[in-house]
């Protein structure tokens, strides 16, 4: 099985770097590294299985708990690849936030 590109949008990349300084500030160095590893991991698995996060509805969107977070993202039709659309807080509103997105 080939692993499939993982793609980010600009947006993502801002809330990723919120998220690690959250944990920073929050818990410190250790902390954030630990959730930039778990990052990592969740790129590669996400890479190797693209329908293992939940799916939101029928949107066509998936997510999965990454830490404190929660990541929101698609496979693209036309290439297949994953593509990391938005990084929200656990207890925000996400699913409401989502629309659009897809």
């Not at 977070?69 to 659309?85: K, M, N, Q, S, T």
Request: proline share 3%.
């Amino acid at each position: 099985m080939s692993a499939h590109e993982v793609l980010t949008t600009e947006r993502f990349e801002r809330d990723l770097e919120d998220a690690a300084r959250y944990y920073l500030e929050q818990s410190g160095p250790l902390s954030a590294g630990r959730f930039l590893d778990d990052y990592d991991s969740f790129v590669s698995l996400v890479a190797a299985f693209p329908g293992h996060g939940s799916p939101i509805g029928d949107s066509g969107l998936r997510w999965r708990k990454l830490g404190v977070f929660v990541a929101v993202y698609c496979e693209r039709e036309e290439d297949g690849a994953i593509l990391l659309l938005r990084l929200y807080h656990i207890s925000s509103n996400w699913k409401h936030r989502i629309e659009g997105l897809g």
